[in-house]
């Protein structure tokens, strides 16, 4: 396999979808679809959503998940929105473009992110072509990902944190909830989406779970060592912000090898899938070495 | 029938179940609740999901809309929420309380309302007693009417709206949007769990679009008129944030008059349910009538 060139073909299906499902409709409000689609198209990583059909297809060749796959990655896009307002982190700068409220203003910007959250539901309720018990079922793995005992509650306890040294269980809460949660929700969608067993979703959590952790290692290193201008951000934030993180909890040499460590338990949670689980294992080194 | 009886029994069924929807979880998270709960929980009116309760009631004796009238109503606290923030409405005052983030600091109040939306479809789709075909028909109405073509598309208009004379047209497109589609959703929703038929829908439909209207000229009509200890919160906003109104088009004496013609198309709407529609007739009166 040609890891490259089959991650590209999954990134342009999402691309593609994303922009059916946010076509503007010329009507008074068309004004909020510019704001969604500014931050939605604007070039992301998409690793929440090619996660989704990857998973899918260890179980089925259908597309199923797409729908899902893209009302995820409007909910990680919303939550991005929101984390960059002034009365939250204040960010400028985001993949090297201005923020949405820089461009848009900030009462824009929150509407924008409420409507991708919204909107996520009606293009998972609406395109889902699951039977209806599986679509409830996906749709409510979103909600509960999204909320408060998840991506919100990670932000809520991220806010407390701030400005003072937190220990590694609260650390790993957080995390667990803030990046975790969507992660654990994409190979859920897929397998889902793949009608797989819970022993599959049980080993796929499994992988995710560990997945997410290596995720926000990285995160923690690349704000450490990593090349502003590959990232579009500033470095050093973490520092600035006094933040607790896996580096100033291990230091930088012991977060490298935490970050293979937990890679490697990634794809150990793989072994039962075999070949086809080749995407998923050269994604995850690929995480692994990325600098973005 | 006792009116003000059977409306507070209604309310008391809403309150209890939002309090039981929304209780908080001992975890690092759990000052999210605080917040959501304090907009939640402080004695909103309860339209929309008593609205709900009602039509179900049309067709039949469960009481099976009671997640989705909850959900509903955690939207509609949601915007509230929102819309108040320093950088939409910039509101210190709602329902005689301080307003959100006035307690809680932005930061929080941007959470507590996505976590509001968010949690409110979880409770939608994890508590439903409907079939999942009717369920997932339930959730969609519930985003459809709070996205873009529905709450957040009539939020967009009135923002660009703001310090300009706007046409009738434009007016009444706004208030459809941002008011009227989370009434129309009551109905539907109300409608869906109690089996109702689609012409029954387009019935309820009508009933509510009327309603709508006379909602919103009755707000109109209260900013000019009203008293500030009962509302809690200031009148003359409108006119000091120059906003058109139907009181602004038409004035005070002949927006009175469209009060009355539009509460009485509402009822008109339910006469095919005879007697059955006692309890929805004597709410749009008091619609009419009210002073908050």
């Given at each position: 396999m040609n890891?490259?060139?089959?991650?590209?073909?999954?990134?342009?299906?999402?691309?593609?979808?994303?922009?059916?499902?946010?076509?503007?409709?010329?009507?008074?409000?068309?004004?909020?679809?510019?704001?969604?689609?500014?931050?939605?198209?604007?070039?992301?990583?998409?690793?929440?959503?090619?996660?989704?059909?990857?998973?899918?297809?260890?179980?089925?060749?259908?597309?199923?998940?797409?729908?899902?796959?893209?009302?995820?990655?409007?909910?990680?896009?919303?939550?991005?929105?929101?984390d960059d307002l002034p009365c939250?982190?204040?960010?400028?700068?985001?993949?090297?473009?201005?923020?949405?409220?820089?461009?848009?203003?900030?009462?824009?910007?929150?509407?924008?992110?409420?409507?991708?959250?919204?909107?996520?539901?009606?293009?998972?309720?609406?395109?889902?072509?699951?039977?209806?018990?599986?679509?409830?079922?996906?749709?409510?793995?979103?909600?509960?990902?999204?909320?408060?005992?998840?991506?919100?509650?990670?932000?809520?306890?991220?806010?407390?944190?701030?400005?003072?040294?937190?220990?590694?269980?609260?650390?790993?809460t957080m995390h667990l909830c803030k990046t975790g949660a969507l992660i654990i929700a994409a190979v859920r969608l897929g397998a889902i989406a793949g009608g797989a067993s819970l022993d599959d979703i049980s080993r796929l959590e499994d992988f995710a779970h560990n997945l997410g952790i290596a995720f926000q290692i990285k995160d923690d290193i690349l704000d450490v060592e990593g090349n502003e201008a590959l990232l579009g951000k500033k470095t050093g934030m973490d520092k600035e912000n006094q933040k607790t993180t896996f580096v100033t909890l291990y230091g930088l040499e012991k977060s490298k090898e935490l970050l293979n460590e937990y890679t490697e338990k990634a794809k150990e949670a793989l072994t039962f899938y075999g070949d086809k689980a080749e995407f998923l294992i050269k994604l995850s080194d690929y995480l692994l070495k990325r600098e973005v």
């Open positions: 890891f490259n060139a089959e991650f590209r073909r999954k990134i342009d299906i999402v691309d593609k979808a994303l922009d059916f499902f946010t076509k503007p409709i010329d009507n008074e409000q068309s004004a909020i679809y510019e704001a969604m689609r500014y931050s939605l198209l604007s070039g992301g990583k998409r690793i929440r959503p090619v996660m989704v059909l990857a998973c899918e297809e260890l179980f089925s060749n259908e597309e199923n998940s797409l729908p899902f796959a893209c009302a995820l990655e409007m909910i990680h896009t919303y939550s991005l929105i929101h939250m982190d204040n960010d400028d700068l985001r993949r090297g473009k201005p923020t949405n409220h820089i461009v848009y203003g900030e009462a824009m910007a929150v509407l924008a992110g409420d409507a991708l959250l919204t909107n996520a539901f009606s293009v998972a309720l609406k395109h889902s072509k699951l039977a209806p018990k599986q679509t409830l079922n996906a749709a409510l793995t979103l909600s509960n990902a999204a909320g408060t005992e998840g991506m919100i509650g990670g932000q809520v306890i991220d806010m407390a944190s701030e400005g003072r040294r937190i220990d590694e269980k609260t650390l790993r």
